[in-house]
């Protein structure tokens, strides 16, 4: 096992003859020194995200609170000194059900040309912690496969485009916005989620029938109607990012439409399913945004509460 800060292979640098001087290259975690570097790498690897989606991310993110032994922001790969790649690793600790325990969301892997081949030691060094529940809620295609092979199982296998005001009218129940009052009616742990990815522009909504009360929550997001296909204009929409355990989702359709339409203007959302969901009127999209689990406490299917889907914003 590499430890941290551990020097991981040395290598001779891309294109350059076997008698060239070989260079450390070293594992370790990000510091918050690294920052500034760490952004300039990202925008290399992603030229479509500007600087303050970044920023804006990594700083929502630092007030997580944490264990010691447990790193902040991920890992970088070191190059004498100088950064040559990176993976975002965003735990948090979650309790549910099952009790507490931590959950790592990998995020944005990036690793200069001439270092790629030790881009698989980036991914080994940073899920080697067996107490962990490793998520990627936006793989590329092209690594599908390969999340599969190192264990990583399923949490949805594509997204299902939802027109909840064809669900009827669903009377009796209520849907209100979610505030410091109608949080009230929430149980504490959950009013907290709700206030913080409030505060992350997430659209928030308290479901009620009779004394019970549940959470949803909205992620403004705009999807492509033919995934890969630039020449198709993308569709605004919200995705479902969270929703209370105990909620029957089916049974509030009508009222959540209704709600959506003449507050925000919007027919439809998006969420992520295994498959066309009963009760719900619209179209499944099968392969569409998979996500992958590995650990003990994989999330529920749609729980994308403290991710970079969140966190950095579409």
């Known amino acids: 096992m590499i430890g941290v800060n551990e020097t991981v292979e040395d290598v001779p640098p891309a294109g350059e003859g076997v008698r060239s001087a070989r260079v450390k290259v070293r594992c370790r975690t990000i ?14 690897g992603f030229p479509d995200r500007s600087e303050a989606y970044w920023r804006t991310g990594l700083d929502r993110h630092r007030t997580q609170p944490l264990p010691d032994d447990v790193p902040r922001y991920g890992y970088v790969l070191e190059r004498d000194g100088a950064i040559v790649g990176v993976l975002l690793a965003l735990y948090r600790m979650v309790t549910d059900e099952a009790g507490t325990h931590l959950r790592c969301n990998l995020s944005s892997w990036y690793v200069l040309p001439e270092f790629r081949a030790l881009g698989t030691l980036l991914d080994g060094f940073a899920m080697r912690d067996r107490r962990v529940t490793y998520t990627n809620v936006s793989p590329a295609p092209q690594t599908w496969q390969m999340h ?5 199982k399923p949490v949805c296998s594509g997204q299902m485009l939802v027109m909840p005001l064809l669900a009827g009218l669903g009377r009796g129940r209520r849907v209100r916005v979610a505030t410091p ?34 959470a949803v929550l909205f992620q403004r997001r705009a999807i492509k109607l033919r995934p890969g296909e630039t020449r198709w204009p993308r569709l605004p929409c919200l995705q479902l990012v969270y929703r209370s355990t105990a909620l029957d989702l089916s049974a509030f359709l009508g009222a959540i439409g209704r709600h959506l339409m003449l507050h925000h203007a919007m027919p439809w959302f998006v969420l992520d399913a295994v498959g066309k969901l009963p009760g719900f009127a619209g179209h499944f999209f099968e392969g569409r945004a998979p996500k992958y689990a590995r650990g003990p406490n994989p999330p529920a299917t749609g729980d994308l509460t403290y991710t970079e889907v969140v966190l950095f914003g579409a």
């Open 181 to 214: 009052e109608t949080l009230r009616l929430l149980p504490e742990p959950e009013a907290r989620l709700v206030a913080d990815h409030l505060a992350y522009g997430c659209i928030g909504l308290v479901c009620s029938d009779g004394e019970k009360a549940w």
């Open 148 to 152: 599969k092979a190192r264990g990583f």
């Open 31 to 44: 510091e918050e020194d690294d920052l500034a570097s760490v952004v300039r790498l990202l925008q290399v």
